[in-house]
């Protein structure tokens, strides 16, 4: 009989059938049909320790047992739910892995050594403030592209179909937004409360520019609710 089996990250805990039984009764749920969840699991149980007697299985292979049972029962839109789910645990297991290694890299490598840490240039990553906010972006963006972003386009980024633009700020706010600087040097502008008039020296065009920049980065409040 099992008793132990073998974690994906190597650890050996104890065997238990509720978790085959959990995750069946997930699956039931999202289909019209009804089956014997109880049975179901015991003859997998059963399964389980004839083919493993005396060994050792991993999750994989349990969970190879479990759709094989599922099928061989003529389960057939249960074994699609199970393996769907299957699949997307394993996603977000890649996912957090990723985001692991990203730390991992950005707290024990230099920026010499580290692209990412010097995608952005007003940054010094080498220095601790510097780390922390780069931690932050990239937590902000994790979590964004798992659970803000739509799937489909949070994929497409992720495999580099579309780039979703300072991904950290999603729904913080929009960045590099560009004003029309060439209309307003022209022209000037009215926000409806006030008025700027066209400058008439290059030290008057400058000071402008820098302010527009900089209110581009602060001011910016909407984001793309497509992606959501």
Known sequence: MVKKIKKRDGRIVNFNPQKISTALEMCVEETEFEIDIVGLTDCIVNEINEVYTGKRPSVEDIQDIVERILMFNGHYDVAK?????????TIEREKDTQLINILDGIFNLSAEEN?????????????????????????SKDFYL???????YADAHINGYIHVHDADFFKLTTTCCQIDLEKLLKSGFSTGSGSIRPPKSIRAATSLVAIVLQSNQNDQHRYNCAFV
Do not use: F, P, W
């Open 81 to 89: 739910r199970y393996i769907d789910y299957r699949h997307q645990r």
């Open 115 to 139: 692209d990412l840490k010097r995608d952005n240039a007003n940054t010094n990553t080498d220095t601790a403030m510097g780390t922390m906010l780069k931690v932050g972006s990239e937590a």
């Open 146 to 152: 798992k659970h803000v972003i739509k799937k489909e």
